[in-house]
């Protein structure tokens, strides 16, 4: 895996786009290693990855960048420029549960998930042995049910202080504030133990079970202020019968919502996902 | 395959049914081919489904029915006795579009749907002449949009007069009148084009693609007055990303369905099915 | 959907060829609507496709292809223009079995696979009256196991006659002469059914019954003269268990051929495959 | 979850066993909580599961093994009788790889795999830390490429001494010796990283991604003297496309991997599987 430096575009859909922007690179010799576009016809707009061998071109990201702003200009292009030897910090927040945090430590050590993870916070301490045996360091602060503000305050304070890039929730069962929803904009990403927009809220393997479901599933979505609505980067489903009651359905979900999580944490860490109004496009 | 003759049985759970029901069996001679059992506990109801060698038995379905009839009184049996022997006759409605109705067609002709298909009705002409070519009565009874009676009112002559056992709603786009529904309280088979309980009513796969999901899927049910809310047989999904607009939406989601109904209709066709309040048993 | 001209494309890979491909079509006004990339680092091979609004070219089909002669040589590419505007004419061989010939017939009806059918041919005479029903010619061409020459010719002639572009084995069971393979390679698509490269050769799901294999599967690929040995389009399973039998095992196959080929027949109909060695990139 | 026994039950096809069966149980108030039979046409061989309330009999274990002696006898049942108040010993084996190693645990730990890990052998330290955290004794037994007798001696000497009831090779990479094989007869699985048939034998990965499949798969088996050809317990498959090289090959591969793993394991330590011959009998 060659250092690459990854450029994501969006912007109202005209003719020459892809051209362009490749002339750009190219004539500064910059080798594309991969490319993708996507034209939506509904909203009319365009969006577009390159990944760029670093080492193809004759300067750094600053210098890519500066080489694009002309184009930006003319063609109102949002701009995104990412460097893939730059690992992004990711926070991990959890709760009780451990399988979406074990899945993940696990895949961060045998490097499958190329990320920096600063710290882990959770409002439990059950998690700490395990986050510590990898060497991360864990954060317990709980969130009172009558008065979270103070945990909340911590919890964006650690936040800050660690730099993050990039926070996952991984079954962490707390509404985050709205302030910092937004201020980390499709920078937070949750898994939802439900195929949304099925059985949106609590319980949904409650909910299924009373529904008689054949199937289940879960959701990756970046948060927004509108708790279950953000824009989906992943589902998957599992198959279930009358013989799987509800605990059953617990079991079996937690299979898919690691694995689902997994992805769409991979999708934003390789930067392949643009968010446009509130759907997502990914680049495989 | 030999004849069979299959028993279907649900019950308030206590000990000793699949015993006792055996021991009716066993002792005239039954050989039992396949039994399933299921308890459930959150209803604390008890499901039971066996397969018994028609020729095993010194008398007929009747004669079964008989050597019931003490044990259906002791346990509060609900029975049901079919005869694998004794093809069902489901009366297939349909409109314009095709892909459920040729796929079932054609699977009926291959004999992997074991049935009587007695007519197709349709608010459409569209498909006569493929029917007839099956050799199936083709019958156009319009529904009129400001006055539906007439059209439902022949709708139901026609499937007295075939005896249908069962109704398949093949993509039929109307919704049956309340009264014919209950008649036929679970002989109706419908096929939704979503995974309920995800986009409700009109236009699935719009809403879907205005949600921006990342799988669609398809929905066998029961149908009962209240829309799409009835008992779940089956459902299955398709995996979908943003470069599927809703018209690529509607027709991967036509493998989904047609697969689905065929899967939900076969259950059915050979007694597989319990229903309890508004979820199923579905013994595979 | 417009109308549109697609483009694929395939060299040795080097610095610069989509930014020169795409400039070549920008220059002249070109519209890219799709557009799609991919280096095989192992082989160093460099594959793209580029959908193109031919409304916004000056020129048609021809003039696209003169304004790529040198850059062809300078990058020793191979190139492919068609037309979305011509259908392709796609010769079906099907012989008793029915599933996988009536779903691309349906298919087709409805407007879902954009072809022309210009006849089918079978050994057997079954499907004549389906076939001809949907209004497409249908040849008897027994092929008479002691000497196949003559059937062979004879079906050799009709694919001539009608100027196939392309010919769909829909689970025609006998092998084609290889000279007929060579002549129209990469142009004949079979769909087998195992999942390849399991249970090659007759009866797969005899010897997958015998295996206790967990999940079936069926193969859409590209015939070469080594028999189940060709590039593979598509691949799918469905899960089976131990009270499948070899008939369950064959209807529940069925669903998995017909979806599988349809599927990779729509790749290749949208020319979305390109061949390199043994294998495929297959651009969704 | 109540303390419940199973019962095991083989024998060859004939009347009134299922019935027999629960007549044993009844007559000494067994309640049934589950029960599953299946009749293998081909082989005329019949397999059966109950799973009963413990409190519901009037003795323990080895009574309702006493009251099944006679029956035994008269239809030369092969019995297996298990106590889910008794976890197994399930010893793991694991090599330098991680993935399916600490997803076991993480399920061990939260209650989902009901068993004992008395401990965990692995031929590399690496995994030291992490089965320690988990409070498990971890042994470090280094297989010599030129002699391994020894360190498969003492390997067979810990197993013995941990009274192992089964032994999971969570991708071990080192093919155990016959004679444990057989002494360990159907209790011990393994997961291989194909989809069996396929690709049998060395670095399965790079054969797929040699023959351009497009879905990659993971069987899990109980191991015998033949390599890749025990009896299949589970299976699944991932779709990859011709972006995915090698390394993604393995990457995707390992979320099958670790999933299948759990599912057979889980299977077997709840006492569903009965094997024929090569094949399996696996109820849900």
Redesign the interface.
Known sequence: MNRTYRLLLDCPDQ??I???A??V??RN??????????????SNWFFSRFEIQAD?LPFGIEGLQEQFASLADRFQLNLKFTDSAVPKKVVIMASK???CL??LL??W??G?LKCDIPCVISNHEDMR??VE?YGIPFHHVPVNKDDKAPGFAETERLIEEYAADCIVLARYMQILPQALCERYRHKVINIHHS?????IGARPYHQASR?????I?ATCHYVTEQLDEG???????ARV???D?VDDLV?LG??VEK?VL?RGLRAHLEDRILVHG?????F?
Chains 1, 2, 3, 4 share one sequence.
């Open positions: 003719v020459g892809v051209t362009h490749g002339e690179i190219t010799g910059g080798w594309i290693s991969e490319a993708a576009h996507h034209s939506d016809e509904d193809s549960g451990s399988h074990s899945d696990d895949r050590k045998s499958d042995g395990l045996w195929f949304l927009p099925s059985f529904r008689g479901v054949k199937l599933g824009p989906i980067i992943d589902q998957d489903v019968s009358h013989s009651r079991r937690k299979d694995t997994a509130n759907k997502t496009v990914v495989s």
